[in-house]
């Protein structure tokens, strides 16, 4: 008699067992393809994102007739988005816009010794404190959104950059004075920084984009530098 109960009891845990077990299964089964099905929308919606931008891109080019129009600079966390333009020197756009008419507020430009803009090493832009909108990158030097991981997007014709924030500097180094490609150049950012991630770990292979917002006082020019993440 108690074997007979004994017996019943443990093939109905058993059987329980068994039931939780393929429940369990299910659950995991159905988070796992949820997971998987909010991936593919999410790589979706970055592809069309980029796609449009792109497109974006080409149409002010064609708009504005002005072949030095070479990409479009993005930090969405700081809601920053600018037309960035490269020329033969480092003086036009900074006090002329992309319809080649004089402002004080000038254009974000990379600096015209960059070759290659998606292999260089280090590839700068420079923009005006007085543009409205490459100097949201001021916002940086507020610690809670520095440490937030911040991205920045370069749209170019036929591709997307993207980098990871790493430091943000305000002592003023002279980019301009500086040889690019240079450790000596890094090394300057990194014993200046003011704010740095993961110790501002940049290593000797990193390719590092640099924006630079100028003022007339050197002293007073903020830089950030982010090292990338995407080469799309």
């Not at 069309?48 to 891109?57: E, G, Q």
């Amino acid at each position: 008699m108690v074997k007979d109960i004994i017996s019943r009891f443990l093939v109905s845990f058993g059987i329980w067992i068994i039931l939780f077990s393929s429940i369990t299964m299910v659950v995991d089964s159905t988070k796992e393809e949820k997971n998987i099905t909010n991936s593919n929308k999410q790589a979706s919606y970055a592809e069309k994102k980029t796609n449009k931008r792109i497109t974006d891109l080409k149409k002010l080019i064609e708009e504005k007739n002005n072949l030095e129009i070479i990409g479009a600079l993005e930090i969405e966390s700081i809601d920053l988005y600018s037309v960035v333009t490269k020329t033969y020197d480092n003086s036009y756009y900074q006090n002329h816009n992309i319809g080649f008419e004089v402002s004080e507020k000038g254009n974000p430009f990379i600096d015209y010794r960059v070759d290659d803009i998606a292999s260089d090493r280090l590839v700068v832009i420079y923009g005006n404190y007085n543009n409205n909108g490459i100097n949201k990158i001021n916002t940086l030097l507020n610690r809670d959104r520095f440490n937030k991981n911040t991205i920045i997007n370069l749209y170019l014709e036929d591709k997307i950059l993207s980098y990871e924030l790493v430091l943000v500097e305000t002592n003023g180094v002279n980019l301009q004075g500086e040889k690019l490609n240079s450790d000596r150049v890094v090394n300057k950012l990194i014993d200046n920084a003011k704010y740095c991630k993961d110790y501002c770990k940049i290593g000797s292979d990193d390719d590092l984009l640099i924006i630079e917002l100028f003022d007339k006082a050197p002293s007073s020019n903020l830089i950030v530098v982010a090292k990338k993440i995407i080469d799309a």
